[in-house]
């Protein structure tokens, strides 16, 4: 079935450091690809997207490529700022039938001054 | 603000006891999604509904139920508690069904 596998946490990262979290994917057919972001106390935001191959989804100095050779999605950003401690969610939505989510289970990503 | 609204923000009651959790969905949005977040399960799609009609069901127990009204604004029953349903409860809507969702802050639920 689908499924979404992603890097465990939490991470910790000085400010402007270079940040990666890493997410691999499982499922039948080209899914469209999300990452979610929520900070504490709060609900999932929709960060960025993919919705085919080679697709790259950017928002907020975010990146990420669909990768359908190696079912990747990876999560990245250059200089990190305090500002982005959260929790990060990778998540795939099927091509056919219901668009319900799929997610991974969540990196906590603690930026540090 | 996602626009996505959901009441009550934190909820408490006892095993046993039923409870019922509000979404209003964006202005336009057909669709509604409910979600459960919890430590052991993570985050777990539970049901859709688009324009008022059941769309797809995913790890939702018997003991929940939903149904979204003509106003397009869903609830979400859970009856017979158990403390196992304390989680964080989040509903989503979807212009069409096959856009991104955007998510409401949650229902936080304790069952003491």
């Known amino acids: 079935g689908d499924s979404v596998t992603q890097m465990e946490g939490p991470v910790t990262l000085s400010e402007e450091a270079f940040l990666t979290i890493n997410c691999t994917y499982t499922?039948?057919?080209?899914?469209?690809l999300f990452w979610y972001v929520q900070y504490p106390g709060e609900g999932l935001q929709l960060l960025l997207k993919a919705t085919k191959a080679d697709d790259k989804g950017s928002n907020k100095g975010f990146e990420a490529t669909y990768r359908k050779e190696t079912t990747s999605f990876h999560l990245e950003k250059g200089s990190v700022q305090v500002s982005d401690s959260a929790v990060y969610f990778c998540?795939?939505?099927?091509?056919?039938?219901?668009?319900?989510?799929?997610f991974g289970t969540g990196t906590r990503l603690t930026v540090i001054p | 603000d996602s626009g996505v609204t959901q009441t009550p923000k934190h909820l408490i009651t006892a095993t046993g006891q039923r409870v019922t959790l509000r979404c209003s969905p964006r202005s336009g949005d057909l669709s509604v999604y409910w979600y459960q977040q919890s430590l052991d399960q993570g985050l777990q799609f539970l049901i859709q509904?688009?324009?008022?009609?059941?769309?797809a069901k995913g790890n939702i127990l018997e003991r929940f139920s939903a149904q979204q009204f003509p106003d397009l604004h869903s609830e979400l029953n859970l009856s017979s508690l158990e403390l196992g349903d304390s989680a964080l409860y989040f509903c989503a809507s979807s212009v069409d069904g096959y856009q991104p969702q955007h998510f409401g802050d949650g229902t936080r639920l304790s069952i003491l």
């Open positions: 499922a039948t057919g080209y899914p469209s």
């Open positions: 509904y688009y324009n008022g009609e059941e769309r």
């Open positions: 998540a795939l939505s099927p091509l056919s039938g219901a668009n319900n989510l799929f």
